[in-house]
């Protein structure tokens, strides 16, 4: 099981990482007039695609994780105050909000994948 979540956490961060880069980048990308036939790349189906995927990982990664294996709560907290970003990215106040906040919020569902794969390698190379 430790090694199928371990899995699960690199497969999660590298999702999240590119959900974040994915945010930060669409907007300067479509800025430039050449490049507005990306437009497709802002599609709601793709924001919330990433999102239900991130929701997954965290079902499938960290709540067994925490627990069947570290019962540390680090990287379920992080998670949620990531998707609390990403919710409220979600207030279209201007694009900058959705931007900074979607951004912040992906690199914190990625940064708890992150904690809960240490987490678990400590467990492993301890024997605990």
């Given at each position: ?101 979607t951004v912040?919020g992906a ?22």
């Amino acid at each position: 099981m430790k090694i199928k979540n371990q899995t699960f956490d690199i497969i999660a961060l590298t999702s999240s990482f590119i959900c974040a880069v994915h945010c930060a980048a669409v907007p300067i990308l479509l800025s430039f007039s050449s490049l507005s036939g990306l437009h497709f790349l802002h599609d709601p189906i793709i924001e919330w695609s990433f999102i239900a995927l991130g929701i997954l990982f965290v079902f499938i990664s960290l709540w067994p994780s925490y627990r069947k294996t570290h019962r540390r709560s680090s990287p379920l907290v992080i998670a949620a105050v990531g998707f609390i970003l990403i919710a409220i990215s979600r207030f279209h106040f201007s694009e900058t909000w959705e931007t900074v906040n979607t951004v912040s919020g992906a690199l914190l569902v990625s940064s708890a994948h992150f904690v809960n794969w240490k987490l678990l390698r400590s467990k492993i190379h301890h024997g605990h």
